[in-house]
């Protein structure tokens, strides 16, 4: 593949719902400009993008494929992206480097839930966006029931159809393009050929409208359409493209193209409109590249995919990663169409490309020059909530699994991994369940480490409700030096802290030496509680009196009479269970707030107010964190996947005493 210049240059996004055929639209896309001899099929698994054994054995995207392609001497960068919430991190990334989003739905199912997500995203991007409904050769497909749905959605949107199909369902046969006021029909072999006709009489007053209609909507972009325009001249095919090309680079208006990926219908039509209208580039000063995307792979090492955004990178030269201060050596970059690798020996501005091997970079940092550093802005990433416990299968996997897992926190900036300190648990959290299942697979494929994944334990705590006085005493006898300590401890609750011990000894009854010795012991015991095993918190300690041996006391021994004094007494206390709160700030559109609300309180929640975020409403709660485990499924199904969550902890209460001692019974057999 030749190196392109900046102006020949165009990246764009490719978008949508699951399963509204962006991986299809990318194989027709390299079919027809002959980077291909046949037309891959998802269910084939034999697609170009969607190459992982992940993504052919649950036969939908996982990951961003960059998939460039060269059309009428420019080349276009596609970035075909998943569909799926819980791939979503792709998305992000994918529309932080390029000019343009191209979402496709289906002609059948119209807008979906994701591609509403996307389309959210892109508005808050302010990124141009062209639409493309798929798959009219399908039975009940409808252009217009599209049409209809999207600017019901978006009612402020000027969506502007540049084409009609001819023929409907089976009887799809090709388009007429408003602008050229012609006619393609397409081979019904796939082929992608097509011939140019007239447009057919019975289209010819739809077309002029759909003109007029065109003409309305791009004026703006224009002013010297603009005037005509308001003047009652009709426009010309060169003056409505000049126009159109002017507002799609301001986001004034959005294209509608149609077609079909599978049957090959309208995709060279929509090469055409993106090498023609998507704006081009434009390079900085400085020289600067976005690392997008990092990829792990078993024979490569680690790929790094990067946009250039100013200068030109050359094999085998300096860069500086402005994020961490680090100066290395850039080894051969690459253009890649799936899993086919291309070198190529520099790469300019606006292109994409990726480079193996790069030590010291990670997802949404700049490489630049030292002498010149640039910072550009990063990726930000949605925020995982699906948490589960994971543990190899085999013992001794312990490490090979921690260091899999950096692997793949550095593949994917969606996931985390942590130790829970007080349930001594690995936890890996992620966007979903489908996420964390391919997580899975991935550790058994690429790292070799087959693991169980579980919901973690939440981490319970214990406290005492009434004060008690108690006595310890460790007392033995075995020849030699016995060991004596003796204690009384007078424990109570403490309101607003944790732990809190003291000493009110009068007359020496207890050496002061041994005073650190009867706290720590009174802190070790405390980390395992009577009801359940769970720490106890929220109570202080005095040690008031007591006696020693001048030959048999010691640490040791007061130590231990520490620790019977206290589960005597906690025992006697009144001991209750506590579980963790979190602040919980869910946001859903206003429709489905009744149903996530009566969810919350039937978690036990409190609902403490609403407020309005545009067409969102925003609740605010406070839940026991045992409910929440698994909200993040809970919640995408409440709200078709609309719904947003975040929570953090907020302070530990009283299990209602109705719940508590099953709960504790529960927890007791959990721990056998």
């Not at 009489?201 to 003409?215: I, K, P």
């Not at 040791?556 to 709160?581: R, S, W």
Request: with cysteine; hydrophobic share 40%; aromatic share 8%.
């Amino acid at each position: 593949m030749k190196t392109y210049d900046t102006e020949k240059l165009r990246n764009v996004c490719l978008l949508g719902h699951g399963g509204a055929g962006k991986t299809s639209l990318a194989e027709a896309f390299l079919f027809s400009s002959g980077v291909t001899s046949r037309l891959g099929k998802v269910p084939d698994g034999n697609t170009v993008s969607d190459y992982l054994p992940e993504e052919i054995k649950h036969k939908v995207s996982i990951s961003t494929s960059l998939i460039p392609v060269e059309w009428q001497g420019v080349k276009v960068n596609v970035l075909d992206t998943p569909g799926y919430s819980d791939f979503m991190g792709e998305v992000k990334s994918g529309l932080r480097v390029v000019e343009s989003g191209l979402l496709t739905l289906c002609g059948v199912s119209g807008l979906e839930v994701q591609a509403e997500i996307i389309w959210d995203m892109m508005e808050e991007m302010n990124l141009p966006k062209v639409v493309f409904i798929n798959k009219l050769d399908r039975e009940n497909s409808s252009i217009s029931k599209v049409l209809d749905q999207l600017r019901s959605a978006y009612s402020g949107v000027r969506f502007a159809p540049l084409q009609i199909p001819i023929g409907q369902e089976m009887n799809f046969q090709g388009i007429v393009d408003i602008i050229q006021n012609k006619a393609y029909y397409y081979e019904a072999n796939g082929s992608g050929k097509f011939s140019v006709k007239d447009v057919p009489a019975e289209y010819a007053d739809e077309v002029l409208v759909l003109r007029d209609n065109l003409a309305e909507s791009v004026a703006e972009g224009d002013d010297d359409v603009l005037t005509k325009y308001l003047e009652g001249e009709s426009l010309t095919s060169e003056e409505l493209s000049k126009a159109l090309r002017s507002a799609f680079a301001q986001n004034l208006v959005v294209p509608v193209l149609c077609g079909s990926a599978s049957k090959n219908i309208g995709t060279a039509n929509l090469l055409d409109f993106l090498t023609q209208y998507v704006p081009q580039p434009q390079p900085m000063a400085e020289k600067a590249a976005l690392i997008f995307k990092t990829l792990a792979d078993p024979y490569v090492g680690k790929m790094s995919f990067f946009r250039v955004y100013g200068g030109k990178f050359t094999a085998d030269s300096l860069i500086y990663n402005a994020n961490r201060g680090i100066e290395e050596k850039m080894g051969q970059p690459f253009y890649l169409r799936g899993k086919t690798q291309e070198n190529v020996q520099s790469v300019g501005a606006g292109d994409i490309v990726v480079l193996a091997k790069l030590q010291d970079v990670g997802t949404g940092e700049t490489l630049c020059q030292k002498e010149k550093p640039v910072e550009l802005e990063g990726i930000e990433f949605p925020e995982p909530n699906l948490a589960v416990c994971i543990e190899p299968k085999s013992k001794g996997d312990e490490d090979k699994l921690s260091s899999a897992l950096a692997r793949l926190a550095e593949e994917d900036p969606t996931i985390r991994v942590g130790k829970n300190t007080e349930t001594k648990e690995l936890i890996l959290t992620g966007l979903g369940e489908m996420h964390l299942e391919i997580l899975q697979e991935k550790l058994a494929r690429k790292f070799g480490v087959a693991v169980t994944m579980r919901v973690p334990r939440v981490p319970y705590r214990e406290t005492i409700k009434k004060p008690v006085q108690v006595e310890g005493k460790h007392k033995k006898q075995s020849g030699g030096h016995g060991q004596y300590g003796h204690v009384w401890l007078r424990m109570e609750p403490l309101n607003g802290g944790q732990f809190e011990f003291t000493e009110e000894v009068f007359g020496g009854a207890v050496p002061r030496q041994y005073f650190p010795a009867v706290e720590k012991g009174v802190r070790e015991a405390m980390s395992e509680g009577v009801l359940a095993g769970y720490p106890v918190t929220g109570f202080k300690v005095c040690l008031y009196d007591g006696s020693y041996h001048s030959v048999d006391s010691s640490e040791m021994a007061f130590k231990l009479a520490a620790i019977l004094a206290f589960k005597k007494g906690a025992e006697q206390a009144k001991p209750v269970l506590l579980e963790p709160v979190v602040e919980v700030e869910v946001r859903v559109p206003e429709a489905f707030m009744g149903d996530v609300i009566g969810d919350l309180n039937s978690k036990r929640g409190r609902v403490l107010g609403m407020d309005a975020d545009g067409k969102y409403q925003i609740i605010k709660a406070h839940v026991p964190q045992a409910e929440m485990m698994r909200y993040a499924i809970d919640l995408r199904s409440l709200t078709q996947g609309r719904g947003k969550f975040r929570m953090s902890f907020l302070q530990y209460e009283e299990v209602p005493a109705k719940i508590s001692d099953g709960l504790v019974s529960q927890l007791k057999a959990s721990q056998a």
